[in-house]
């Protein structure tokens, strides 16, 4: 008797381990694919494009700043471009303009600074920005020296999209090397100035994760009918569910001034670690087709992914 109660017991024991290791495995799958169902995706996706423009956005700021000043600079700001008409240089080089911040010099102190201080919406009304970037130039080098170095502090910067409410914070730390040399007013006279970027961030999303990603950068600018940014490189990182990834420019990504500074092209390819393979085409139309002119509206991305784990491909088309 006492051995057969025994052996129940023990059935008993062994009934409960598979039923608790099975719940286990089952809240592990539930949680993986939660984060790879199309809606989790897009919203990666989405996150991906948003946090990418936005980083960009403020490189731009502070390339804007840079050539703001003729102690940082190391130059006169003015000049004629190409077709004869002027260049502006300061807070809107070449007609480029932060509109939604307030910016400082400090040329004084032992390290140079530039205080960008972010305080409401933008320009084309898209987006709100609060926050802070100091920039810090080593005194005895200017932006315009060749292989110039300056470190980006972001602290605490919220974007808000207007449209739906989105939001993102971002603090972290950017490097920025002037590799070729020169200021955005030597665009007259030169075929393109290159820039390098290394950025180091943290992400807050509006859900509450919190995430770092690292980022590098190859930057050209040219001129055709204003500045022309070409961009290659990528980043790395966690996503909002928790999923590592590595997002590689295979497109070169294009930002015009002639179209407000936006992302008019290029082309974004995701890995992630949960057997998820994206691409994003940016420029497109509302139908996902390449945009021939600038849009008054939104422009659109398409996102492809593919879902390793069953063979199934989807598409998404979305603005931003």
Same mark, same amino acid.
């Given at each position: 008797?006492?051995?057969?109660?025994?052996?129940?017991?023990?059935?008993?024991?062994?009934?409960?381990?598979?039923?608790?290791?099975?719940?286990?495995?089952?809240?592990?799958?539930?949680?993986?694919?939660?984060?790879?169902?199309?809606?989790?995706?897009?919203?990666?996706?989405?996150?991906?494009?948003?946090v990418?423009?936005?980083?960009?956005?403020?490189s731009?700021?502070?390339?804007?700043?840079?050539?703001?000043?003729?102690?940082?600079?190391?130059?006169?700001?003015?000049? %004629?471009? @190409?077709?004869?008409?002027? +260049?502006?240089? *300061?807070n809107?080089?070449? !007609?480029?303009s $932060?509109?939604?911040? /307030? &910016?400082?010099?400090?040329?004084?102190? %032992?390290? @140079?600074?530039?205080?960008? +201080?972010?305080? *409401?919406?933008?320009?084309? !009304?898209?987006? $709100?920005?609060?926050? /802070? &970037?100091?920039?810090?130039?080593?005194?005895?080098q200017?932006?315009?020296?060749?292989?110039?170095?300056?470190?980006?502090?972001?602290?605490?910067?919220?974007?808000?999209?207007?449209?739906?409410?989105?939001?993102?914070?971002?603090?972290?730390?950017?490097?920025?090397?002037?590799?070729?040399?020169?200021?955005?007013?030597?665009?007259?006279?030169?075929?393109?100035?290159?820039?390098?970027?290394?950025?180091?961030?943290?992400i807050?999303?509006?859900?509450?994760?919190?995430?770092?990603?690292?980022?590098?950068?190859?930057?050209?600018?040219?001129?055709?009918?204003?500045?022309?940014?070409?961009?290659?490189?990528?980043?790395?990182?966690?996503?909002?569910?928790?999923?590592?990834?590595?997002?590689?420019?295979t497109?070169?990504?294009?930002?015009?001034?002639?179209?407000?500074?936006?992302?008019?092209?290029?082309?974004?390819?995701?890995?992630?670690?949960?057997?998820?393979?994206?691409?994003?085409?940016?420029?497109?139309?509302?139908e996902?087709?390449?945009?021939?002119?600038?849009?008054?509206?939104?422009?659109?991305?398409?996102l492809?992914?593919?879902?390793?784990?069953?063979?199934?491909?989807?598409?998404?088309?979305?603005?931003?």
């Amino acid at each position: 008797m006492k051995t057969k109660n025994y052996f129940r017991i023990s059935l008993l024991a062994a009934s409960f381990a598979v039923l608790f290791a099975c719940k286990k495995d089952n809240s592990q799958s539930s949680s993986n694919v939660s984060a790879t169902t199309p809606a989790s995706v897009q919203t990666a996706a989405d996150d991906q494009t948003m946090v990418s423009n936005e980083n960009d956005a403020v490189s731009n700021d502070a390339t804007s700043a840079l050539n703001g000043n003729v102690s940082i600079a190391g130059a006169a700001l003015n000049g %004629t471009d @190409k077709s004869g008409g002027a +260049v502006l240089g *300061g807070n809107g080089v070449l !007609g480029y303009s $932060i509109c939604d911040a /307030t &910016v400082t010099y400090d040329t004084t102190s %032992t390290t @140079k600074t530039i205080t960008i +201080v972010y305080d *409401g919406i933008n320009c084309q !009304g898209n987006r $709100i920005r609060t926050g /802070t &970037v100091i920039i810090a130039v080593p005194r005895g080098q200017h932006w315009r020296d060749k292989g110039a170095v300056v470190n980006v502090t972001i602290d605490t910067l919220k974007i808000t999209r207007v449209r739906d409410g989105k939001s993102i914070i971002i603090n972290g730390t950017k490097t920025i090397t002037n590799t070729s040399g020169g200021l955005m007013v030597d665009l007259a006279t030169t075929d393109s100035i290159v820039h390098d970027f290394t950025d180091d961030m943290s992400i807050t999303f509006d859900n509450g994760s919190m995430r770092t990603w690292q980022v590098s950068k190859h930057r050209v600018f040219t001129y055709n009918d204003g500045i022309v940014e070409t961009t290659t490189g990528g980043s790395t990182g966690t996503n909002r569910f928790g999923v590592n990834f590595t997002n590689t420019i295979t497109v070169p990504k294009v930002i015009a001034q002639s179209c407000d500074m936006r992302l008019v092209s290029g082309q974004d390819s995701i890995t992630r670690t949960d057997n998820i393979t994206s691409v994003i085409t940016y420029g497109l139309d509302a139908e996902g087709n390449p945009i021939t002119s600038c849009p008054n509206g939104y422009l659109y991305a398409k996102l492809v992914w593919t879902n390793g784990n069953n063979g199934k491909v989807y598409t998404y088309i979305y603005p931003y």
